[in-house]
């Protein structure tokens, strides 16, 4: 049978050995894990993602313009005195995107920041990638950044504490949740997977979310934020159940 949809997550890492994607087949009654794969280069993940309906990646999909300002004016020697920059409220515009303010003011968690922490490696092969595929909407295009951390919040289900070998049974306690939750997700062969990876599980993850942006169950910026969104990246959190996933297909 025909899949009505297929989506993808990618849980980007900037090393391809901790890269995992996910491959979802959605069905009237079902979603069905058609591959998992930990370990992906960037020529993989575009055999992956190839014919899919909606793409997830984890990964932000831009810079704070500030950011890109101020490095700019710096590096031109053109920087203007008087930033005041000893005080981290005159920092925190270079750190944060639009979208980071929207999902803390939000409740939803608070993303690292893409130019200030270790995350920018993975920005960095991100934009590569996007280039790659020839992704040019950084806010609502065939390809949408997603927070799975967000997302399991949303969810009701636990959202930090579960990665890394350390906590292996908070994984793994959450990913019966997750099966419990979505009695229609089958994992088939890669069940145990899930269970003892957390690349692994926060690929299919953000696949549900690729799924949600396809149904428009996401939330999108305002009018006002739009036009930043489109330089900084906009992170898609679902704002349905998880259940509407699949009653909608």
Not at 33 to 48: K, M, N, P, S, T
Not at 51 to 61: H, K, L, M, W, Y
Not at 112 to 139: N, P, T
Not at 211 to 239: C, F, K, N, Y
Request: one cysteine or more; proline letters at 4%; aromatic letters at 6%.
């Amino acid at each position: 049978m025909t899949p009505a949809m297929r989506t993808v997550g990618v849980d980007l890492s900037a090393s391809p050995a901790k890269t995992a994607v996910a491959v979802l087949d959605w069905f009237d009654d079902r979603a069905e894990l058609a591959e998992l794969v930990v370990g992906a280069d960037d020529a993989e993940i575009r055999r992956l993602v190839d014919g899919a309906t909606r793409v997830g990646i984890d990964s932000p999909f831009g810079w704070p313009d500030d950011f890109v300002e101020f490095v700019v004016a710096h590096h031109r020697q053109g920087l203007g005195s008087g930033r005041r920059l000893d005080d981290i409220a005159n920092r925190r515009p270079l750190a944060l995107r639009r979208t980071d303010l929207w999902i803390a003011e939000s409740g939803l968690g608070r993303p690292l920041s893409v130019s200030a922490d270790q995350i920018a490696h993975v920005a960095f092969r991100c934009a590569g990638l996007l280039a790659d595929l020839g992704v040019d909407d950084r806010v609502n295009g065939w390809a949408v950044e997603a927070y799975p951390a967000g997302a399991l919040k949303r969810w009701g289900l636990t959202s930090r504490g579960y990665k890394r070998a350390a906590n292996r049974t908070v994984l793994t306690g959450l990913a019966d949740a997750l099966r419990t939750a979505a009695p229609w997700l089958h994992l088939g062969e890669w069940q145990g997977q899930m269970c003892s990876d957390d690349d692994a599980f926060d690929a299919v993850v953000t696949a549900l979310i690729a799924r949600a942006a396809e149904l428009g169950h996401t939330s999108l910026p305002s009018a006002q934020d739009m036009p930043v969104a489109l330089r900084e990246g906009w992170i898609h959190v679902p704002d349905c159940k998880l259940d509407q996933l699949i009653s909608a297909g």
